[in-house]
């Protein structure tokens, strides 16, 4: 269980939020500029809210005094680019945070990944040699490797075309369904969360709320 209470300014901008959010996938909708990847930010570890207080299953992240840095929480990033790191081939950049675990930490191995997501062709190429979705799908197959806790997903379609979109949706279902790792995805494409999210939430101006529904 997520459990957040944010107050967060930058310039003239305010993001506040209340949620409580618990397994499977969340998706939080809105339009540019409303403050979905500050909220993402935010329960990554990589900005400090002024105010409130972060807490996931029962541990406290961030308060007015204790903040736990984003390399302490074990949530795992994906951005709509991938941020693949470019010297590195596919299989050095899957198991780049992979490596970094203690055996007893590690949740998912390289094989059932690679087939969960079909990437096990790829493994020698570097990121410049693969395709808008293939990017994507190895920067997938990396998170799930850093064994989160919780998988954070930035606009992760939103680089894509129609195509591609339409073979990914796929796999991101196949992760909600095989891992069982809580979701939290961002998109302004309701049609996204409409295929993958048990619950939607609305980010508008700063203000996250239930996502109402006709």
């Known amino acids: 269980m997520l459990s957040i209470d944010l107050d967060f300014r930058r310039g003239a901008f305010r993001l506040q939020a209340q949620a409580e959010i618990g397994d499977g996938v969340t998706g939080v909708c809105g339009p540019s500029g409303s403050g979905k990847s500050t909220l993402l930010a ?20 961030a308060d007015g005094k204790r903040f736990v840095p984003a390399w302490e929480r074990h949530f795992g990033l994906v951005f709509q680019d991938g941020q693949l790191f470019p010297h590195l081939d596919v299989q050095a950049n899957l198991l780049y ?8 930490q590690r ?8 087939n969960l997501l079909e990437i096990g062709p790829l493994l020698a190429r570097r990121p410049a040699q693969l395709s808008g979705g293939e990017r994507q799908r190895v920067a997938l197959g990396r998170a799930l490797l850093y064994s989160p806790r919780l998988l954070l997903l930035d606009e992760p379609l939103s680089s894509l075309d129609e195509r591609l979109k339409q073979q990914i949706l796929p796999f991101l279902r196949r992760i909600k369904e095989e891992t069982q790792v809580p ?16 619950r939607v939430m609305q980010m508008d101006a700063g203000q996250l709320r239930e996502h109402a529904t006709s």
């Not at 979701?183 to 048990?198: G, K, P, R, S, W």
């Open 97 to 104: 945070g992979y490596k970094r675990l203690e055996p007893a």
């Open 42 to 61: 935010l329960l990554a570890g990589l900005l400090k809210p002024q105010s409130g207080l972060i807490r996931f299953d029962g541990e406290l992240l």
């Open 107 to 114: 949740r998912f191995e390289l094989q059932p990944v690679l």
């Open 183 to 198: 979701m939290i995805y961002v998109t302004h494409a309701t049609a996204e969360v409409d295929y993958l999210a048990n």
